[in-house]
């Protein structure tokens, strides 16, 4: 069996990370595994239809690119390698909606949230993809100890919060040129997004469209409902804002990885900036931390790698929670928290985090539970799964001509 990996470029090098390290995964269960990376000029200036003379393939693979590619003749990658394309969407998808409405009806897509499986189901007829299932991301990095005891998980582990993630700014209101009306509709799903826990960008659009009098089923505003990324960009920037904001205000002490900060955040003694951090050298700060603190993007059914990764890397992880997070992992494996109660929450973790007896225990704990499911070798099977789907149907298709 042979999976051809399409291997682009990514912010810090996380993509980048995650192909070499599904590539790694799928070779442990016995797959052949050939790379195509855009970034080679070599691989670059070779037809993609050209790779279809190194197969027979299974299947071809890609993070967020290519479904939509297609060559001088029409045809889409799966086409042009004669194998099903699969492609991992790894944000909300329709953040991505020029690229996702290009897609080959013949790929097979998956979502790292099952709320983002709903809204495709919602937005686009059943046969528009050739499948849509839920993926969960995976744990990248090596996997390393807590430590033999709570002392050597403490003695290790200097740093006592990492929170490695990047400034957002002010919340981006993609609606601000918009008609009245309907910046009334966005600043209403806005208002229902934030008020709870967990915020369906969709599903508070949908609502904010029912106050107003709208009938979101009606064919005429099935392009409109597409523009809950608007929602979705406006809560997880204001979320991820919050949370800086909460974790200066209690004077936790945290290590911040991420480009785009104030240097005056400096001026707080308990923060120490790092800057801009590439993926493998933030792996490497969370095996020297006892928590890190996420904001899970938003994900309300589904997962972001970090919180994974860093359980993975013997550390505590601290992150709002999700559906996925509350059906997988044991309150003893994991420190969630919840938007309503932001602060005392947080105040927990930081507690925690001069408590190496107990942060070594969730630490030990949710580690055995990433590596016994969570790392890319348990998402083989959910791929290979989603390109006979799509073979399926693309054989069916073609019986029914």
Avoid at 78 to 99: I, K
Avoid at 163 to 173: A, I, L, Q, R, T
Avoid at 346 to 373: K, N
């Amino acid at each position: 069996m042979k999976v051809l990996l399409l291997k682009g470029s990514s912010t810090y090098g996380v993509l980048r990370r995650f192909t070499d390290e599904l590539a790694d995964a799928f070779r442990a269960t016995g797959w052949e595994v050939q790379i195509l990376d855009i970034e080679n000029d070599a691989h670059a200036r070779r037809p993609l239809g050209d790779y279809a003379n190194d197969g027979p393939f299974e299947l071809v693979f890609s993070f967020g690119i290519f479904g939509e590619t297609v060559d001088e003749r029409g045809r889409s990658v799966g086409e042009m390698v004669g194998a099903p394309h699969v492609v991992q969407y790894v944000d909300y998808p329709l953040s991505h909606l020029t690229r996702l409405e290009q897609t080959s009806p013949r790929a097979a897509l998956l979502m790292v949230d099952e709320s983002h499986v709903a809204a495709l189901a919602s937005l686009y007829p059943a046969d528009r993809f050739a499948a849509v299932r839920f993926s969960p991301h995976a744990a990248i990095g090596p996997t390393v100890s807590p430590g033999a005891d709570a002392a050597d998980f403490a003695a290790g582990r200097p740093i006592r919060i990492l929170f490695p993630g990047s400034f957002y700014g002010g919340p981006p209101v993609g609606w601000r040129h918009q008609p009245p009306g309907v910046r009334k509709v966005f600043e209403q799903a806005v208002e229902i997004a934030l008020a709870g826990d967990t915020a369906r960008p969709l599903d508070a659009l949908d609502q904010a469209m029912v106050a107003s009098g709208l009938d979101p089923t009606e064919p005429e505003f099935a392009a409109f409902r597409k523009l809950a990324t608007y929602v979705h960009e406006h809560v997880r920037a204001v979320r991820r804002r919050l949370l800086l904001e909460t974790v200066v205000r209690l004077g936790l002490p945290a290590h911040i990885a991420g480009g785009g900060h104030d240097p005056d955040l400096a001026r707080h003694k308990t923060l120490t900036l790092l800057g801009e951090v590439q993926i493998g050298d933030i792996l490497a700060l969370m095996a020297q931390s006892r928590i890190v603190l996420s904001a899970n993007a938003n994900f309300v059914a589904g997962s972001h790698e970090r919180p994974l990764s860093a359980l993975n890397a013997g550390a505590v992880a601290g992150t709002d929670s999700s559906a996925f997070y509350e059906a997988i992992f044991r309150q003893d494996e994991m420190a969630r928290f919840r938007w309503t109660r932001l602060e005392e929450d947080l105040a927990a973790i930081g507690a925690l985090a001069e408590d190496p007896e107990a942060a070594f225990v969730i630490a030990s704990a949710g580690q055995r539970r990433v590596v016994g499911g969570h790392l890319w070798t348990h998402r083989v099977d959910g791929i290979v799964a989603a390109a006979d789907e799509a073979r399926s149907k693309t054989v069916q298709t073609v019986h029914r001509r």
